[in-house]
């Protein structure tokens, strides 16, 4: 548009600076525009097609991703709850082997506990046999060597 207000000094330049100079410049200037909406109309006209597929298009596109958000949503759902029913049967089925397994243990356990005391009182009966023996030497720090 402003390029239609510029061609004002070139008609007063060329025409000089007098009022049928200035009658021709509005003249000029109402011309050009009339030559820009026809140039404006014209493009519209020959784009309202282009226009039209792709506002259909986007309307298409729009549906289908809308389409695909919903059922992705559905999806995540159901995979949601299967990996929930799937962590409940997991952990069920962990505590029966652990309780089962604990319960084989305690068989066992009592055998094993028996053991321990054994060891426990044998221990202590060595350190103090060790102890009376570094204490009964003759008066050495270490006990009597054999051999």
């Keep these: 548009m402003l390029v239609v207000l510029c061609e004002i000094p070139l008609v007063l330049q060329h025409f000089g600076l007098n009022s049928s100079a200035y009658g021709m410049a509005g003249g000029f200037v109402l011309a050009s525009l009339a030559v820009l909406l026809m140039l404006r109309h014209l493009g519209q006209r ?3 097609p282009s226009a039209a597929t792709i506002a259909t298009a986007l309307g298409k596109a729009r549906r289908l991703h809308d389409t695909c958000l919903e059922k992705s949503e559905a999806y995540h759902g159901q995979e949601l709850e299967r990996v929930k029913h799937e962590y409940q049967n997991t952990i069920q089925t962990i505590e ?3 309780k089962r397994a604990l319960a084989e243990a305690g068989e066992c356990g ?3 506990m ?3 005391e054994r ?3 044998i221990t202590a009966k060595n350190e103090e046999f060790h102890r009376a023996s570094w204490r009964g030497s003759s008066g050495n720090t270490r006990p009597a060597s054999k051999g």
Excluded: F, W
């Design 46 to 48: 020959k784009a309202e």
């Design 119 to 121: 060891t426990v009182r």
């Design 96 to 98: 029966r082997q652990l």
């Design 110 to 112: 009592v055998v094993r």
């Design 114 to 116: 028996t053991s321990d």
